[in-house]
């Protein structure tokens, strides 16, 4: 069974740091790319960030770039999302979600294309 584990979240100071793991289990994570969403209380859910299933190539909301940075270790079967210069606008519950890319391992889907989700992690600004 497919599944998508998000972990790292937490109470984070404005500027401070954070990275979230995205762990799959049930399938090889290289056959995928992964995208990270977030979703903030009374919004809509939006895309934060997207990486090809061989990490060669990467994607950003014009918000995140520069702040934000998208990795991963398929030996790990784990992408990372690093969150750096943290503002209280980031407070949401983040996401991660896959989308089987066999064909072209340099391929990002756009952000409304993936298939598979995780449960989410809760990211909360502490000030």
């Known amino acids: 069974q497919l599944q998508l584990v998000e972990s790292g979240g937490g109470l984070v100071q404005p500027g401070g740091s954070l990275r979230l793991s995205c762990a799959a289990s049930?399938?090889?994570?290289?056959?995928?790319?992964i995208g990270w969403f977030r979703q903030a209380p009374g919004k809509e859910r939006e895309g934060v960030s997207g990486?090809?299933?061989?990490?060669?190539?990467?994607m950003y909301a014009d918000s995140m770039k520069g702040r934000f940075t998208i990795s991963r270790d398929n030996a790990k079967n784990t992408v990372y999302l690093q969150m750096n210069s943290l503002k209280p606008e980031d407070t949401a519950v983040y996401y991660c979600?896959?989308?089987?890319?066999?064909?072209?391992?340099?391929?990002?889907?756009?952000?409304?294309?993936?298939?598979?989700w995780g449960q989410g992690a809760q990211v909360t600004d502490s000030s």
């Open positions: 979600a896959a989308e089987r890319t066999i064909y072209n391992s340099d391929y990002v889907p756009p952000f409304h294309d993936y298939t598979y």
């Open positions: 049930g399938f090889t994570l290289g056959y995928y790319a």
């Open positions: 990486i090809s299933s061989s990490g060669g190539r990467t």
